[in-house]
């Protein structure tokens, strides 16, 4: 059974950088593809961007400027980074697997639990 546990922050300055880890266990970050996926308070889920099982990442265009997606395969687990946060990156933030590669967020198999991230002063 592959689990996710998302791990960071809770509360992040406005212009800071978000940072997030997703500890995989069960099966290996080197198979499949792994992205992070988030939804804001009252809206749905919006795909941000992954990285496949050979280390190649793909972003949201609209987030590509301010996002990063990387990876410790000995650690097996991949991070997030969101740079020049605003509040409204306020956020439930999963990590999540998916067989193929997909920005459906409905496509994806296994889930972490998801982490509240709040973006305030």
């Known amino acids: 059974q592959v689990q996710l546990q998302e791990s960071g922050p809770g509360l992040v300055k406005p212009s800071q950088t978000l940072s997030l880890t997703c500890t995989v266990s069960?099966?290996?970050?080197?198979?499949?593809?792994w992205s992070w996926i988030r939804q804001p308070p009252g809206k749905g889920l919006e795909w941000m961007g992954a990285i496949t099982y050979s280390g190649s990442t793909y972003y949201k265009p609209s987030l590509k400027s301010r996002t990063s997606i990387s990876r410790d395969t000995s650690k097996n687990q991949f991070t997030l980074q969101l740079s020049s946060v605003t509040p409204e990156d306020t956020a439930v933030y999963y990590c999540?697997?998916?067989?193929?590669?997909?920005?459906?967020?409905?496509?994806?198999?296994?889930w972490g639990k998801g982490s509240l991230v709040t973006v305030s002063l």
């Open positions: 999540a697997r998916g067989e193929v590669f997909t920005t459906h967020p409905n496509e994806y198999d296994y």
């Open positions: 069960g099966g290996s970050i080197t198979t499949n593809y």
